[in-house]
C-alpha cells in the first residue's frame, strides 16, 4: 500500500494545482500543493520517500501546467533534499512547527522556480511581485498544512512498514 500512497498522493496533488486550485486564489497567490506535499512527506517519512514526491508530483505538475517541462521537478528537488537533510532524532515535528516549514519550503520552492524559469529564458514579473508572491504562497501553503500535515502523517502511520516478524 505504501508504494500506491507513494504515487497517488503526488499525483493527486499535481493534478488539484493545475486545475482546481487554480481557482481558490487570494489575490494573486495560490497555495504550492505540490511543495506542501512533498515537504510534508519529507518531514515525516525521511527524504527517500520526500524526494520521490518532489520528482512524481513536480513532473506531472509540469506536464499538465504551462510551466517549462521538468522546471517543477528542478525546483523542488532540492528544496525537498534541505528538509530531509534535518537532525531526525527527535522525531516528526508537532503541527505548527511542521506547518511553518511547509510554507517556507513552498515559499523557497517558488524562488528556486523563478530562477529555473530565468535561466530557461521565461520571462517574470518584476521582482518585488516575485518576492511578494512567493511569501504569499509559503504563507498560504503554511496556512493549509495546519490541515494536510495530520492527515499524512495519520497516513504514514497507517500505511508504515512494521516488522516481517515480531517475538511474542
Do not use: N
Amino acid at each position: 500500500m505504501r508504494i500506491g500512497v507513494g504515487i497517488v498522493i503526488p499525483l493527486a496533488a499535481a493534478v488539484l494545482q493545475v486545475t482546481a486550485l487554480r481557482y481558490l486564489v487570494a489575490g494573486e497567490v495560490t497555495p504550492d500543493l505540490v511543495a506542501l506535499v512533498a515537504v510534508a512527506w519529507t518531514l515525516i517519512a525521511g527524504p527517500g520517500e520526500g524526494i520521490w514526491w518532489a520528482f512524481a508530483g513536480g513532473l506531472v505538475a509540469d506536464l499538465l501546467g504551462g510551466s517549462a517541462l521538468g522546471a517543477t521537478t528542478v525546483a523542488l528537488l532540492p528544496v525537498t533534499l534541505a528538509f530531509g537533510l534535518r537532525d531526525r532524532s527527535a522525531g516528526e515535528p508537532a503541527v505548527l512547527p511542521a506547518a511553518a516549514l511547509i510554507g517556507l519550503g513552498a515559499a523557497a520552492h517558488q524562488a528556486v522556480l523563478a530562477v529555473v524559469l530565468l535561466a530557461v529564458g521565461r520571462a517574470l514579473p518584476p521582482f518585488g511581485l516575485m518576492v511578494g508572491l512567493a511569501l504569499g504562497a509559503g504563507i498560504y501553503t503554511g496556512t493549509l498544512a495546519l490541515v494536510m500535515y495530520p492527515v499524512l502523517r495519520l497516513l504514514h502511520r497507517r500505511t508504515a512498514r512494521g516488522p516481517a516478524f515480531e517475538w511474542k
